[in-house]
């Protein structure tokens, strides 16, 4: 069962604390803050992982997620993201180049960001920088999310309803002896899931902060691509000052 926002809120048992996992403090060098438009979907868009409706095709070009910290060594594959809107929901598609999928956990809420995984983070108030959410899923399409509370609390009873999500392989999941070529990955959120924090559906011109990342690779050949400069020394990501805008268009 869905736990409301009040309820997660209040309930402190629920808290898992991310103190340990503290990054380095942000550097004050400065970097602008992309924005994407997200325009309404020209028809509906099915969700299989294709990313090849018409929908995805009128879609404001793909963002290029970036290779920030050279420490990891992981190889460096792209990955591209877009996403729609509709009167129905929040679309995101993600398309990755990955030459070893490989992907272990299969449950709701598992740490799928372990696995070769995209997330987004998604902050529909960006007056405020408390609270937002968070996707995080991996090349079967298993789901962790969660609401994030100043950046360091996850509240993991938290749980979106009715998100559809599918994935497309170009290759073998786990198999380590063959080369794959990668994978594809839509999700839809119904705007229910945002109702705390926006109107649903948000109408044009509003805008929204988020973040794409993708984990990509196997222990300890592991590497973090991101979107919008987080400004860490580190690969934390949570960092929604840093969050791009989405700016929702017709």
């Given at each position: 069962?869905r736990?409301s926002?009040s309820?997660?809120?209040?309930?402190a048992?629920a808290?898992?604390?991310?103190?340990?996992?503290?990054?380095?403090?942000?550097t004050?060098t400065?970097a602008?803050?992309?924005?994407?438009?997200v325009?309404?979907?020209?028809?509906?868009v099915?969700?299989?992982g294709?990313?090849d409706d018409?929908?995805?095709v009128?879609?404001?070009?793909?963002v290029?997620?970036?290779?920030?910290w050279?420490?990891?060594?992981?190889?460096k594959?792209?990955?591209h993201?877009r996403?729609v809107w509709?009167?129905?929901?929040?679309y995101v598609?993600?398309?990755?180049?990955?030459?070893?999928?490989n992907?272990?956990?299969?449950?709701?809420?598992d740490p799928?960001?372990m696995?070769?995984?995209?997330?987004?983070?998604i902050n529909p108030?960006?007056?405020?920088e408390?609270?937002?959410y968070g996707?995080?899923m991996?090349?079967?399409g298993?789901?962790?999310?969660?609401?994030?509370y100043?950046?360091r609390t996850?509240?993991?009873?938290?749980?979106?309803?009715?998100?559809?999500?599918?994935?497309?392989l170009?290759?073998?999941?786990n198999?380590?002896?063959?080369t794959?070529?990668g994978?594809s990955?839509?999700?839809?959120?119904?705007?229910?899931?945002f109702?705390?924090?926006?109107?649903?559906?948000?109408v044009?011109?509003t805008?929204w902060?988020?973040?794409?990342n993708?984990?990509?690779g196997?222990?300890?050949?592991r590497r973090?691509?991101?979107?919008s400069?987080?400004q860490?020394a580190?690969?934390?990501p949570?960092?929604?000052?840093?969050?791009?805008?989405?700016?929702?268009v017709?």
């Amino acid at each position: 069962m869905r736990t409301s926002l009040s309820a997660v809120v209040s309930a402190a048992l629920a808290i898992v604390s991310l103190a340990a996992q503290a990054p380095a403090p942000a550097t004050t060098t400065s970097a602008p803050i992309p924005r994407y438009d997200v325009k309404r979907a020209s028809s509906p868009v099915t969700i299989d992982g294709k990313l090849d409706d018409a929908a995805w095709v009128g879609a404001a070009p793909a963002v290029t997620l970036q290779f920030l910290w050279d420490s990891q060594t992981g190889a460096k594959q792209q990955t591209h993201a877009r996403v729609v809107w509709d009167a129905h929901a929040f679309y995101v598609g993600f398309d990755a180049d990955d030459a070893d999928i490989n992907a272990r956990f299969e449950q709701r809420d598992d740490p799928t960001y372990m696995d070769d995984a995209v997330e987004i983070f998604i902050n529909p108030d960006p007056k405020q920088e408390a609270l937002y959410y968070g996707f995080e899923m991996n090349a079967r399409g298993v789901l962790y999310d969660y609401l994030t509370y100043n950046s360091r609390t996850l509240f993991k009873r938290w749980d979106a309803t009715d998100v559809k999500i599918a994935v497309s392989l170009r290759g073998t999941m786990n198999n380590q002896t063959d080369t794959d070529k990668g994978w594809s990955l839509e999700a839809a959120i119904p705007w229910a899931n945002f109702e705390e924090l926006s109107r649903r559906p948000p109408v044009a011109g509003t805008v929204w902060k988020a973040n794409f990342n993708r984990w990509d690779g196997v222990r300890p050949n592991r590497r973090m691509s991101i979107w919008s400069d987080p400004q860490n020394a580190e690969s934390w990501p949570h960092v929604p000052s840093r969050f791009g805008e989405l700016a929702f268009v017709d």
